[in-house]
């Protein structure tokens, strides 16, 4: 499974969602908290272009943007339940609808 590591503060909905899908996948992880107003040396190192979290840190190696850690937590755990459809037109649909909420945040 390999170390796995998340960057959050307890009020972004950003990074519930990680929690929710790891927890889903039975996936064990160390939480790194994040006090926004004095962000820590290693988020601004991981996430050098946005500066925000969730930042996944799996083996040493950062992911960031919640979309796309949810797809690589379904990626890599892909033994248990999966977060997306496998019908490609089901998982446009759900990636549109993904989209939509961030888009409305
Ligand atoms: N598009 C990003 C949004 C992440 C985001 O906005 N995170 C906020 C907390 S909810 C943050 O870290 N804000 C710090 C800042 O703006 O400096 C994602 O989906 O991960």
Redesign the pocket.
């Known amino acids: 499974m390999g170390e796995v590591k998340l960057f959050w503060?307890w009020s972004?909905?950003?990074a519930h969602r990680i929690v929710w899908a790891l927890k889903l996948k039975g996936v064990e992880y160390e939480t790194m908290y994040e006090d926004?107003a004095n962000k820590s040396r290693l988020l601004l190192e991981y996430n050098p272009v946005?500066?925000?979290?969730?930042v996944l840190l799996h083996d040493g190696t950062p992911i960031c943007?919640?979309?796309v850690i949810l797809e690589y937590v379904d990626d890599r755990w892909n033994t248990t339940a999966r977060l997306l459809p496998e019908d490609p037109l089901a998982r446009a649909n759900t990636r549109f609808w993904a989209k939509f909420g961030?888009d409305q945040v």
């Open positions: 503060t972004s909905p950003y926004l946005h500066k925000k979290v969730p943007e919640s979309l961030d």
